[in-house]
Structure formats: structure tokens, C-alpha cells
């Protein structure tokens, strides 16, 4: 009777459960387009890019080592920089894109000219975080960074893991000269200082000509094309690529005849170009 009565109750909430779990991932779903809709439409700050010529910027979030050992080589090869957007909480572990940074690591990165950026203290979910909770990592992480280099301030970020709400725009905007997201294109014409947009290199890896073609697409726009990844390595976590791919874009970046900036010196380029 025991093993009949489970068998019969389970037939009962099964579907019930089935129903409810389907009805929090549709309700999940929706409020995820509210934040990136609201995200897109509220709290902007418009910057009209006016370049004479096109802007390619090299991003990395999280700051695997194998980032700035082979990535920076990569980048430094070309006799071109990059930015590293760190989190450091994670400094010294293991991540799901691989070992992180090292202390010793910041001081290479900045005597080799690249930029050190901003990506909360805890790598919080831009998406999931209350806005006042990622301020306070924003914060915290900074501290963090004082505590290492002293007189070394954050100068961009970027959201991890999702674009962010719209309040943690707001939040946040007067902390940086700008904050990159995703979205998978580049940036021209009127862009958002609080969300620009990104194109995750992990995302085409296997298809590095459309890769290309949006370089020649930002090259006839003269916008400003800010690639992201994460590892570089011979067997990339699913967020990085191999150093041949980043390679293969890299140079093809260089022969477009853009210019290639970490984002804060691009953002300065760019607010120093005479409006037309």
C-alpha cells in the first residue's frame, strides 16, 4: 500500500511540479528581458562617436593568467595593449576560465602598458545583483586595488556574466569613464557610456572570417569595435580561444588600419575628436 500510495501522489504533483518549474522559468525569462530592455532604453549617457578613423579595442574579463602571459604576448607582438578587467576576489584561484591572476602579474601588466580595469570584487552577476549590492563590490574592489598599488585607480568596467539593470547604471556611472556590456556588435553613431557594446571573441571562434567581417564593418563605420574574451590557450575553457584564433584577429585588426587602444585611451581618443 505504501509503494501504491507514493506511486499514486506522485502521479498527482508530478505535473504540478512540472506546471509550477515551467511557470518560474517563464517568469524568469520575462524579467531577464525587462532588465536588459530597461538596461538599454533607461539611465544612458550618450557619447556620439566622431572618429577619423576606426577604433578596435582588446578586451579580458576576469583576468585568467594565460590572458596577459599569452594573449599580452600576442598583443605586444603587434606592439598593441589591451585591457584586463579583474576581479579580486578571485586573485590566485581556480576559475571556470581557468587560473587566475597573480599579484606579481598586475605589475607586468601595467609595465607593459595595459589597462587595469574594474569587475567587482566578488564577480557579481550584473543581471542578479541588487544595484546597491554591486555598487558595494565596485567599491570594494577598488580598496582592493589600493590596497596592492597604491595611487592605482579603476578607470572602466565591465559587467560580469550579463548586461546590467538599469539602477546599477545609475549607480555606477559616476565611477567610470565608461562600462562595457556585450550585445555582439560594435559601437557608432550615439553610443551608451553606462552599457557600451561588446563581441565576445568565444562566441565565433569557430567561424573566425565573420570575426573579420565585423572589422571591416567597424572600419567602414569608424566606429569603435571592443572585443572580449577570457582564457587564451591551446584548449580554451568554452569562454576563451586559442592564441592561433586571437592571433588570426589580431593581425587582421592591425591590417584594417583601425587604431588599437585599451578602452580607457579609445574613450579618450574619442572625447578628443572635434564634433563635425
Not at 29 to 37: A, E, H, S
Not at 131 to 160: C, H, M
Not at 173 to 191: K, V
Request: glycine letters at 8%; hydrophobic letters at 40%; aromatic letters at 10%.
Amino acid at each position: 500500500m505504501s509503494a501504491g500510495n507514493r506511486g499514486h501522489r506522485v502521479g498527482i504533483i508530478a505535473p504540478v511540479e512540472s506546471e509550477t518549474m515551467g511557470s518560474l522559468q517563464f517568469l524568469t525569462r520575462i524579467q531577464g528581458l525587462y532588465w536588459r530592455t530597461s538596461a538599454r532604453l533607461f539611465f544612458r549617457r550618450p557619447f556620439v562617436i566622431n572618429a577619423k578613423f576606426p577604433l578596435v579595442s582588446f578586451t579580458f574579463d576576469d583576468f585568467p593568467r594565460s590572458a596577459l602571459l599569452t594573449g599580452g604576448a600576442i598583443l605586444e607582438h603587434f606592439g598593441v595593449t589591451g585591457t584586463y578587467y579583474a576581479s579580486f576576489g578571485l586573485m590566485g584561484q581556480q576559475s571556470d576560465t581557468g587560473t587566475m591572476f597573480l599579484r606579481e602579474d598586475l605589475d607586468t601588466l601595467l609595465l607593459h602598458g595595459h589597462e587595469l580595469g574594474c569587475h567587482t570584487l566578488e564577480h557579481c552577476h550584473a543581471g542578479d545583483t541588487k544595484p546597491i549590492v554591486f555598487e558595494d563590490s565596485v567599491i570594494k574592489n577598488q580598496l582592493a586595488l589600493s590596497k596592492l598599488l597604491p595611487g592605482i585607480a579603476f578607470r572602466t568596467l565591465s559587467y560580469p556574466k550579463s548586461q546590467p539593470r538599469a539602477w546599477t547604471k545609475r549607480k555606477i556611472e559616476s565611477r567610470f569613464a565608461c562600462c562595457r556590456g556585450g550585445g555582439q556588435t560594435f559601437n557608432a553613431g550615439t553610443a551608451d557610456l553606462n552599457c557600451l557594446s561588446a563581441f565576445f571573441l568565444e562566441q565565433s571562434r569557430d567561424n573566425p572570417e565573420a570575426v573579420k567581417d565585423l572589422i571591416n564593418q567597424n572600419q567602414r563605420a569608424r566606429g569603435w569595435l571592443i572585443f572580449a574574451t577570457h582564457d587564451i590557450c591551446n584548449t580554451p575553457t568554452p569562454w576563451g580561444c586559442t592564441p592561433e584564433f586571437f592571433e588570426n584577429i589580431v593581425e587582421h585588426a592591425v591590417i584594417s588600419g583601425a587604431r588599437i587602444l585599451p578602452v580607457v585611451e579609445a574613450w579618450e581618443a574619442l572625447r578628443a575628436s572635434p564634433p563635425s
